[in-house]
């Protein structure tokens, strides 16, 4: 998406026109400050902020929402146009063109859309919205965070917001239920929580849903893993082994599930199950499941573990789970056992050795009275790899560890590294500067993937070191 067209689209400010050789001549994503300048934007003065109130008010008592809302979204936005244009014509405040067409937009946007996250929404390059209260607004964007110049009115104008965002998807938020995670109509996920947990007023956090579906070959090309790490991937995801993507916030675990799932069968038939819908599955044989909270009385809550189990009466032939946090790994890990190799899961965890402790503390979750060396034995015979992700300081990311779980030695669980992604310093810019390399070990599961037809090139496993930028 060019210059011109991402700025038209940014929906909350209408702008000036662009003069011909800034578009043409542009190809990064401009950042906030610089769209202000160069477009003459402005953030509302006082005056036209109570104006802009106060000619919201009139809408309401001017029309039916209860119509607006049964009508294509276009044909909604041109009635609301139409009549706010009435209404500032009818005004004696003095408007220039550009403040009425954002006066205008910023209330459109009110009524039907997230108000002035509308603007945001439209950005691809934006990966997370952070909105601390009403009056800051942070974006991610390449990993890094940055203030934008974007306000609500007031709390009650953001605790409006988040109140459509979840009563969209059947939740609701509200001092006996202060938190909440949904999603909105494009997949994105959504968490809020407001007061009295949160302090300075309600917070809302969007972790946006990237329309881009990464594949291992675009990761590749980020320099998140190496060519020769992708192929191994790739050739691990057709023969069925299990998999454990582990890493913190952010760091690409979501991203790199779908990107190996797509090398999955097209024969398969694959269950997802996630507290909020999110993965991007490329397949034709996909059965999304969904956790609910309580209700208003305490009943109804349907929980990760609960899906898992019902997810085995379902035939899956693979069963990926977005985030394992509590006690269904248990079931997870016996799905794995009894017949649905090839599934997939992502875990919070700093390295591969903490994730197999925390499985073990996931395990004793599930209420189960289990020896330590039976959780172990349990562990090592499910999960067959552990990948580990990290996002570093300037916003890159990278899988640091792909680790092979070969089974039991005595009362602990042997692993050994396969590729590993060593640091050796931050350069000038604030980039940060490392290799990939294979550790010359063989997994013992190459054998394996023979048998099933899959062709690996062993000189992967003893390949020299990969420079960022090689």
Known sequence: MGLKSRIQNLGLYHAVPIQEEVVKTTQQPVKFEEVRSTLQLKILSDVELDFKQSLHAKLLDTLDLSLISSIEEKEARKQIQLVLQGLIDAQSLPLNTLTRLQIIKEIEDDVLGLGPLEALLYDPTISDILVNGFNKVYVERFGKLELTPIRFNDNNHLKKIIDRIVTGVGRRIDESSPMVDARLKDGSRVNAIIPPLA???????????????????????????????????????????????????????????????????????????????????????????????????????????????????????????????????????QAMNTGHEGSLATIHGNNPRDVLFRLEYMISMAGLDMPVKAMRAQIASAIHLVIQLSRLEDGSRRIVSIQEIEGMEGDIISTSEIFKYTRIGVNEAGVVLGHYSATGLVPKHVSDMKKRGIKIDMSIFNHPHHQQGD
């Open 199 to 333: 302090i300075d007023g309600p917070s809302l956090s969007i972790r946006r849903f990237m329309t881009d579906k990464m594949t291992l070959d675009d990761l590749v090309a980020k320099d998140e893993l190496t060519d020769y790490m992708a192929e191994f991937l790739k050739g691990v995801a057709r023969s069925k082994l299990n998999i454990l993507i582990s890493g913190g916030t952010g760091s690409g675990k979501t991203t790199l599930l779908n990107a190996i799932s797509n090398y999955i069968p097209n024969s398969e038939r694959i269950i997802t199950l996630e507290d909020s819908a999110e993965l991007q599955l490329q397949l034709p044989h996909v059965l999304r499941l969904e956790t609910r909270p309580a209700n208003i009385e305490g009943k109804g809550e349907i929980t990760l573990r609960d899906l898992v189990r019902n997810a085995l009466r379902m035939r899956p032939d693979r069963i990926i789970v977005g985030e394992v946090r509590s006690g269904e790994a248990f079931d997870m890990l």
